[in-house]
Nanobody, 126 residues
C-alpha cells in the first residue's frame, strides 16, 4: 500500500521560512516524479513544485519561483519543500504527490498524479 505522509507545516510570520517533508512508502519503484500542490480555502488545488525521479529536473509555479526549493533523497524515500520569504498568500494545505515516470499528463496537472498525501497546513500570518 502506497503512503505519502507530509510533515513540517505550521504557523509562520511573513518573510519567514518553513520546511515541509514527505515520507513515501510502498511505491512500486523509485521512478516517480514527486510534486507538491496546495489548496487554499475556496480555491482549486494548484501546482507548486515538482522534481523528476533522479532529481535532475525541477519545476516551479511562477508564484513560488526563487522562494521555494524542492529536493528529494531517494535513499530515504523522502522529498522536501524549503519555503523561504513566505507570504500570506502562501497560506494553504500543502499536499505531497507522486506521478509515475513516463505516465501521461503534465507535471503541473493534479490529474497526472496517482498518489497523494493527506496534506499539512501552512499558515503565514503576523
Amino acid at each position: 500500500q502506497v503512503q505519502l505522509v507530509e510533515s513540517g507545516g505550521g504557523l509562520e510570520q511573513p518573510g519567514g521560512s518553513l520546511r515541509l517533508s514527505c515520507a513515501a512508502s510502498g511505491l512500486p519503484s523509485r521512478y516517480y516524479t514527486m510534486g507538491w500542490f496546495r489548496q487554499a480555502p475556496g480555491k482549486e488545488r494548484e501546482f507548486v513544485a515538482a522534481i523528476t525521479w533522479n532529481g535532475g529536473t525541477t519545476y516551479y509555479a511562477d508564484s513560488v519561483k526563487g522562494r521555494f526549493t524542492i529536493s528529494r533523497d531517494n535513499a530515504k524515500n523522502t522529498e522536501a519543500l524549503q519555503m523561504n520569504s513566505l507570504k500570506p498568500e502562501d497560506t494553504a494545505v500543502y499536499y505531497c504527490a507522486a506521478k509515475r515516470a513516463g505516465a501521461s499528463g503534465d507535471y503541473y496537472s493534479k490529474g497526472s498524479y496517482a498518489y497523494w498525501g493527506r496534506g499539512t497546513q501552512v499558515t503565514v500570518s503576523s
